[in-house]
């Protein structure tokens, strides 16, 4: 795998639900094309040309001595670090990104900070021997393997995602679902009551709609579908007492945006 150093590593997060993050990846070999934020940023700083640069990526080799260095000016102000928000911390193909990231995990949980964990990959069993602290979660917008396959062409299947997520949250670790990007139906199944009722065991779930898609702009009424998908979420995890985040820009009643941090 290439690899390559960066000169900082550990920085303050613009994203809602966020407080620090870690992205010790350049590039995801996942290629998820509605399109990737990511891979438009990346391409757009210059940090990629291509996208078949895009997926194949290349690891931050000195990460743990970035961290040794920043951790102990930070530690006072970090409440969670997340891996990942501009790539993705397990890639099957390649295990080098896990390896890298459980060294991660470790190093930040050794100043009793915990790890807040997303992916479109799997979620490999040696997670179990991290600490309690920290949170668990996948990617999840779609059951259906034929919308897989056009926009998130190199992850890992639905099946064995939800199935590494259970695995870990029968271990005593907390889980979460990010239902982000959600599509319109227009691009394909979106039934978001199946994809509820094959989490039902997390602790918390994000819900957020789609942008930068012109698909999106062509289905009638996509407001209201997605206030009616906030509605069935914020209403699932009541039932279910399970905590729920509606991203900004997601649910619009009346003009005003409705989102935010529910139970």
């Given at each position: 795998?290439?690899?390559?150093?960066?000169?900082?590593?550990?920085?303050?997060?613009?994203?809602?639900?966020?407080?620090?993050?870690?992205?010790?990846?350049?590039?995801?070999?996942?290629?998820?094309?509605?399109?990737?934020?990511?891979?438009?940023?990346?391409?757009?700083?210059?940090?990629?040309?291509?996208?078949?640069?895009w997926i194949k990526p290349k690891l931050v080799s000195n990460s743990i001595e970035l961290l040794d260095?920043?951790?102990?000016?930070?530690?006072?102000?970090?409440?969670?670090?997340?891996?990942?928000?501009?790539?993705?911390?397990?890639?099957?193909?390649?295990?080098?990104?896990?390896?890298?990231?459980?060294?991660?995990?470790?190093?930040?949980?050794?100043?009793?900070?915990?790890?807040?964990?997303?992916?479109?990959?799997?979620?490999?069993?040696?997670?179990?021997?991290?600490?309690?602290?920290?949170?668990?979660?996948?990617?999840?917008?779609?059951?259906?393997?034929?919308?897989?396959?056009?926009?998130?062409?190199?992850?890992?299947?639905?099946?064995?995602?939800?199935?590494a997520l259970k695995a870990l949250h029968d271990k005593g670790y907390k889980t979460w679902v990010s239902?982000?990007?959600?599509?319109?139906?227009?691009?394909?199944?979106?039934?978001?009551?199946?994809?509820?009722?094959?989490?039902?065991?997390?602790?918390?779930i994000v819900f957020g709609r789609l942008h930068y898609n012109k698909i999106v702009g062509k289905y009638?009424?996509?407001?209201?579908?997605?206030?009616?998908?906030?509605?069935?979420?914020?209403?699932?995890?009541?039932?279910?007492?399970?905590?729920?985040?509606?991203?900004?820009?997601?649910?619009?009643?009346?003009?005003?945006?409705?989102?935010?941090?529910?139970?």
């Amino acid at each position: 795998m290439d690899q390559t150093t960066r000169k900082s590593l550990l920085y303050k997060t613009d994203v809602e639900y966020g407080d620090y993050t870690v992205n010790h990846v350049t590039g995801c070999s996942h290629g998820c094309l509605f399109p990737c934020y990511a891979f438009n940023m990346a391409k757009r700083f210059g940090h990629v040309k291509t996208y078949a640069d895009w997926i194949k990526p290349k690891l931050v080799s000195n990460s743990i001595e970035l961290l040794d260095k920043e951790l102990p000016k930070l530690k006072g102000k970090i409440k969670s670090v997340q891996l990942c928000f501009t790539t993705d911390p397990f890639m099957d193909d390649y295990p080098e990104v896990g390896e890298m990231t459980l060294k991660i995990i470790n190093r930040i949980n050794q100043d009793n900070i915990m790890c807040r964990i997303l992916t479109k990959g799997t979620l490999p069993e040696y997670l179990q021997t991290t600490k309690k602290i920290n949170e668990y979660g996948i990617t999840l917008v779609s059951l259906d393997d034929s919308f897989k396959k056009q926009y998130e062409p190199l992850s890992t299947s639905y099946k064995e995602r939800v199935n590494a997520l259970k695995a870990l949250h029968d271990k005593g670790y907390k889980t979460w679902v990010s239902i982000e990007p959600f599509p319109t139906p227009n691009m394909g199944k979106t039934a978001i009551e199946d994809i509820l009722k094959k989490i039902n065991f997390v602790d918390y779930i994000v819900f957020g709609r789609l942008h930068y898609n012109k698909i999106v702009g062509k289905y009638k009424d996509y407001q209201e579908f997605y206030n009616s998908c906030a509605k069935k979420v914020i209403s699932f995890c009541m039932t279910n007492k399970i905590k729920c985040h509606i991203k900004t820009g997601t649910y619009i009643v009346e003009g005003k945006d409705s989102g935010g941090d529910f139970f």
